[in-house]
């Protein structure tokens, strides 16, 4: 259609600063006559467009036309393009064109490469980011999906969902969405989503409201405050952890912590999972368990 075309050759010129009838004549599949016609248009509805003849000449706009028309701040404008990768980062269609068009807008600009977004978990394979693709596609489309689901206790079930919303938290990537199994919203988190299939039913868009976790029912759990003593090699994953405030630097090196976790099996990994770079100081039974754990897995080792 004209409007289309007469619409990206003003975002061609915002884009360029010159450029020539024939190609914009060859780009749309139309002879010189038609875009000349096209750029009589463009002036006569007040688009400053003009024309120079001769070597180096071309089609251009007005150079201050993309300031006038600039009225979104530069934050409001990294803010735009942050949403923008985000949407990106899980292939929303036509984004790649929706930057360029957002670029033509502003001159003088940052580049808006200026943030990356990977969805996929470290170590994990390509299907944890195709999974979430598919999702979003079929909420976007309202189709229906199955899949079996692993709950914390190790337990599958298949189940026949209504995807909704897909919702980052605590770290990981969940589906908001109604459970035709269960008869009622559930939030289940991806990774535990395993033989996903888009179906061709198409659903009607229930409210989003009152979503239960697909998870086994929290029990009560006893609190426990650690004193820690961490080694300078895994100073960085401190400072990620811990506030500053709350770790002290020792004169040998080393940095003490405070921190009141959960008692449970999570807390035995997560004081393991910084090997022989922590060390338990308190309570002194949490000692004797984490040194019991490492034996036993070091028992592994010497088989």
Known sequence: MKINRLLEIVLILLNKETTTAKELADRFGVSTRTIYRDIDVLSTAGIPVYMNKGSGGGICLLENYALNRALITEH????????????????????????????????????????????SPLGSGPNAENKIVDIKKAILECKVIDFDYIDANGIRSHRNIEPMQLLFKNQAWYLNGYCR????????????????????????RRPLEDVKEEEPAAVSKKYITLKLRFQPEDLYRVYDD?????????????????????????????????GCYVEVLEPQYIREIVQERMKKALELYQK
């Open 76 to 119: 409001e404008r990294d803010n735009i393009l942050l949403a923008l990768r985000t949407l990106q980062a899980t292939k929303y269609p036509e984004v790649e064109a929706i930057l360029g068009k957002i670029g033509a807008l502003f001159k003088n600009t940052t580049p808006s490469n200026w943030v990356r977004i990977e969805l």
């Open 181 to 204: 199994t269960r008869y009622d919203t559930r939030a289940f988190r991806i990774s535990s989503i395993k033989n996903l299939v888009t179906t061709d039913e198409v659903f009607i």
């Open 242 to 274: 811990y506030e500053e405030e709350s770790i002290i630097r020792n004169a040998d090196g080393t940095y003490d912590v405070t921190v009141t976790l959960p008692e449970d099996e999570w807390v035995y990994g997560y004081i393991m999972s910084f």
